[in-house]
């Protein structure tokens, strides 16, 4: 197959890749219109000159970016950012400028990576344009991913105004109600442990860029990336996951059961302050809530990025696995602890990253029988497990000793399935053949 016939199909599934992207995006800048607040294109748009909201994603969206750079380009790169960032701190210094909304730094990170977009166009050709276009394109599509996730929050908050935390509070009574443990446990562990765990839970996407930047560590020296990578995952946990938010919405025991993170949200909206002292003892119904709390619980997707994080980590280092374990243990405590998330959200978000990562790894490698069935399985337990929250809760609550040892075991046959069947896909090494031994010559 000649460059050029290989080059035009593969270009049109770019082309056709990118349409759908910003028609996406189109379509939510026009629904957070409506709602009269920003969408993630003016969002993303504005922080081109005023604060970023997170300066250290934009730079690790950078170093994303600059996999397919060479070291000197690297050096240049980071170096024309770094002057950006002190230019505008200069300018909004001397302009006496408010800062306190967003980080003091990130706008240099968003203009290199634009201007190596206008490089690409104007300096490349052929396969070093397409090299640095896919790179270009990972940087913006980590940022944008952010951006479109909190227009997803407000859409879910808008539209569903009554949430259905009862009932997976009610089910929660089948795993030992781990929030409520857990929230006992971060409080009494003082400021330092819920600091590290707020770190942890706030920087989850500049882990997921530490471990990709390993898996793509070799791609400006064989000038092409491989063929499955974190951020893929990241990016499909993302687009899919907000589609469940709407139809089970959920805001979280803080909410609604506690007095709002941060001492705010919740209020008169929740069932009672009785997070995380009190476990909740009611019979399940739709509750109406307000129209700013993001019905974002079910499943958690914090726990599925961590959950990808882990996995993606284990082919690494050493010190790559034990970060990788570490971040998954320390954002399980944060989403629990914290109170953002019930425990049949974190199983529910395990088993959804486990089919998200199947169906990813199957779809490179061809849909073979072993892959259906590994993501068809997902799929199902995923299904079940929302229905069962949904009208079991009162039977799960009322038999913890079976439902909840039943929770625990979908969950593990998931990852069991996922971890045969992916182990089987590994390439096996050949066994060395020994010499036959030669006759002796006489």
Request: glycine share 10%; hydrophobic share 50%.
């Given at each position: 197959?000649?460059?050029?016939?290989?080059?035009?199909?593969?270009?049109?599934?770019?082309?056709?890749?990118?349409?759908?992207?910003?028609?996406?995006?189109?379509?939510?800048?026009?629904?957070?219109?409506?709602?009269?607040?920003?969408?993630?294109?003016?969002?993303?748009?504005?922080?081109?000159?005023?604060?970023?909201?997170?300066?250290?994603?934009?730079?690790?969206?950078?170093?994303?970016?600059?996999?397919?750079?060479?070291?000197?380009?690297?050096?240049?790169?980071?170096?024309?950012a770094?002057?950006?960032?002190?230019?505008f701190?200069?300018?909004?210094?001397?302009?006496?400028?408010?800062?306190?909304?967003?980080?003091?730094?990130?706008?240099?990170?968003?203009?290199?990576?634009?201007?190596?977009?206008?490089i690409?166009?104007?300096?490349?050709?052929?396969?070093?344009?397409l090299?640095?276009?896919?790179?270009?394109?990972?940087?913006?599509?980590?940022?944008?991913?952010?951006?479109?996730?909190?227009?997803?929050l407000?859409?879910?908050?808008?539209?569903?105004?009554?949430?259905?935390?009862?009932?997976?509070?009610?089910?929660?009574?089948?795993?030992?109600?781990?929030s409520?443990?857990?929230?006992?446990?971060?409080?009494?562990?003082?400021?330092i442990?819920a600091?590290?765990?707020?770190f942890?839970?706030?920087?989850?996407?500049?882990?997921?860029?530490?471990?990709?930047?390993?898996?793509?560590?070799?791609?400006?020296?064989?000038?092409?990336?491989?063929?499955h990578?974190?951020?893929?995952?990241?990016?499909?946990?993302?687009?899919?996951?907000?589609?469940?938010?709407?139809?089970?919405?959920?805001?979280g025991?803080?909410?609604?059961?506690?007095p709002?993170a941060?001492?705010?949200g919740?209020?008169?909206?929740?069932v009672?302050?009785?997070?995380p002292?009190?476990?909740?003892?009611?019979?399940p119904?739709?509750?109406?809530?307000?129209?700013?709390?993001?019905?974002?619980?079910?499943?958690?997707l914090?726990?599925?990025?961590?959950t990808?994080?882990f996995?993606?980590?284990?082919?690494?280092?050493?010190?790559?696995?034990?970060?990788?374990?570490?971040?998954l243990?320390?954002t399980?405590?944060a989403?629990?602890?914290?109170?953002?998330?019930?425990?049949a959200?974190?199983?529910?978000?395990?088993?959804?990253?486990?089919?998200?990562?199947?169906?990813?790894?199957?779809?490179?490698?061809?849909?073979?029988?072993?892959?259906?069935?590994?993501?068809?399985?997902g799929?199902?337990?995923?299904?079940?497990?929302?229905?069962?929250?949904?009208?079991?809760?009162?039977?799960?609550?009322?038999?913890?000793?079976?439902?909840g040892?039943?929770?625990?075991?979908?969950?593990?046959?998931?990852?069991?399935?996922?971890?045969?069947?992916?182990?089987?896909?590994?390439?096996?090494a050949?066994?060395?053949?020994?010499?036959?031994?030669?006759?002796?010559?006489?």
């Amino acid at each position: 197959m000649t460059f050029t016939s290989w080059r035009q199909p593969r270009a049109i599934l770019w082309t056709t890749a990118a349409v759908a992207s910003l028609g996406f995006l189109v379509t939510l800048e026009i629904a957070a219109r409506h709602y009269g607040l920003p969408g993630p294109i003016s969002n993303q748009a504005r922080e081109l000159i005023f604060p970023p909201k997170s300066g250290p994603l934009l730079y690790a969206s950078m170093a994303l970016m600059m996999v397919v750079l060479t070291w000197r380009q690297r050096l240049i790169a980071i170096g024309v950012a770094i002057g950006i960032d002190v230019a505008f701190l200069l300018v909004r210094w001397a302009v006496d400028a408010r800062t306190t909304e967003g980080h003091p730094f990130g706008n240099g990170a968003l203009w290199v990576v634009l201007g190596y977009a206008v490089i690409a166009f104007t300096r490349r050709v052929g396969r070093e344009r397409l090299l640095l276009l896919k790179g270009v394109g990972l940087a913006l599509l980590l940022v944008a991913g952010r951006k479109t996730g909190d227009a997803w929050l407000l859409i879910t908050s808008k539209t569903r105004p009554a949430v259905l935390d009862q009932y997976v509070a009610t089910a929660d009574h089948a795993l030992g109600d781990p929030s409520w443990l857990a929230g006992r446990i971060v409080r009494a562990s003082g400021p330092i442990g819920a600091h590290v765990l707020d770190f942890v839970y706030i920087q989850l996407a500049v882990a997921a860029v530490v471990v990709t930047l390993y898996q793509l560590r070799h791609v400006a020296v064989e000038r092409r990336f491989p063929r499955h990578h974190l951020v893929r995952t990241f990016l499909a946990i993302g687009l899919v996951g907000p589609a469940i938010y709407m139809i089970f919405p959920v805001v979280g025991p803080i909410f609604a059961y506690g007095p709002g993170a941060f001492g705010t949200g919740g209020g008169h909206w929740a069932v009672a302050n009785l997070w995380p002292d009190t476990p909740p003892v009611n019979a399940p119904h739709p509750m109406a809530f307000d129209r700013l709390t993001p019905r974002n619980c079910m499943p958690s997707l914090h726990t599925a990025w961590a959950t990808a994080i882990f996995i993606h980590s284990r082919k690494g280092p050493r010190i790559l696995q034990f970060g990788g374990a570490f971040w998954l243990v320390a954002t399980l405590g944060a989403t629990l602890g914290f109170g953002y998330h019930y425990g049949a959200d974190i199983i529910a978000g395990v088993v959804f990253t486990l089919t998200i990562e199947a169906a990813l790894r199957t779809l490179e490698r061809g849909w073979d029988r072993s892959g259906i069935r590994l993501v068809a399985y997902g799929s199902a337990v995923f299904a079940a497990l929302l229905v069962s929250y949904r009208y079991l809760p009162t039977v799960m609550a009322a038999h913890p000793w079976i439902f909840g040892p039943l929770l625990i075991l979908a969950m593990l046959s998931v990852i069991y399935g996922y971890v045969r069947t992916t182990n089987l896909w590994e390439p096996k090494a050949a066994p060395a053949q020994r010499p036959e031994p030669q006759p002796e010559l006489v």
